[in-house]
Antibody, heavy 118, light 113 residues
């Protein structure tokens, strides 16, 4: 069974940094692309970043501050977040891309809460 | 950016009745060369992450009950639940994967009347 387990969510001050991790199991990790999607009651679901092969993509709101990466030897996806802002507060979901395209999410993790507050 | 607009924001339907949700994109998400609409529907039950229901506008994911169907092309899409069950209470989202940034609709909350 596919499992995506996020960790690293925490309370941080504005300007701080945080690393989210997503441990994957139940499928061949190297065969798929992955995304991070965040959710707030105010903005709903918001795409953050996707990694597909050697290509990475970012939302304008996080470009230059967040970095998506993966360690295929550990079956783990990462999101390094720097220069955090109050508006980055959200539940962050690790999401697995589909067979045909990384841009269609066919499995979501349970989410990690990131709170940015003074 | 492609803006995804869903309607209604919420709807209450009796058990066994039909629920219809609309999604409109600000530009076409049909890739003509592949004849595919890059439109996906997700279901998010209370306290759970989203779950894939339908991709390519009308292809149900494995294990999704056939009471769920998707239709439409270009910029206008519909998700239909033909006979609402109690476990269908959720928020439903559409998403376009035609271009970066990926964008989601605001969600439609389905409740039991």
């Amino acid at each position: 069974e596919v499992q995506l387990l996020e960790s690293g969510g925490d309370l941080v001050h504005p300007g701080g940094s945080l690393r989210l991790s997503c441990a994957a199991s139940g499928f061949t990790f190297t065969s798929f692309g992955f995304s991070w999607v965040r959710q707030t009651p105010e903005k709903g679901l918001e795409w953050v970043s996707t990694i597909n092969g050697r290509n990475t993509y970012y939302a304008e709101s996080v470009k230059g501050r967040f970095t998506i990466s993966r360690d295929n030897s550990k079956n783990t996806l990462y999101l390094d977040m720097a220069g955090l802002r109050v508006e980055d507060t959200a539940v962050y979901y690790c999401a697995k891309g589909g067979v045909d395209t990384a841009m269609i999410i066919d499995w979501w993790g349970q989410g990690a809460l990131v709170t940015v507050s003074p | 950016d492609i803006v995804m607009t869903q309607s209604p924001d919420s709807l209450a339907v009796s058990l066994g009745e039909r629920a219809t949700i609309h999604c409109r994109s600000s530009q076409s998400v049909l890739q003509s060369s592949k004849n595919k609409n890059y439109l996906t529907w997700y279901q998010q039950r209370p306290g759970q992450p989203p779950k894939l229901l339908i991709q390519w506008a009308s292809t149900r994911d494995s294990g999704v009950p056939d009471r769920f169907s998707g239709s439409g092309s270009g910029t206008d899409f519909t998700l239909t639940i033909s006979s609402l069950q109690a476990e269908d209470v959720a928020v439903y989202y559409c998403q376009q994967s035609y271009s970066i940034p990926l964008t989601f609709g605001g969600g439609t909350k389905v409740e039991i009347k």
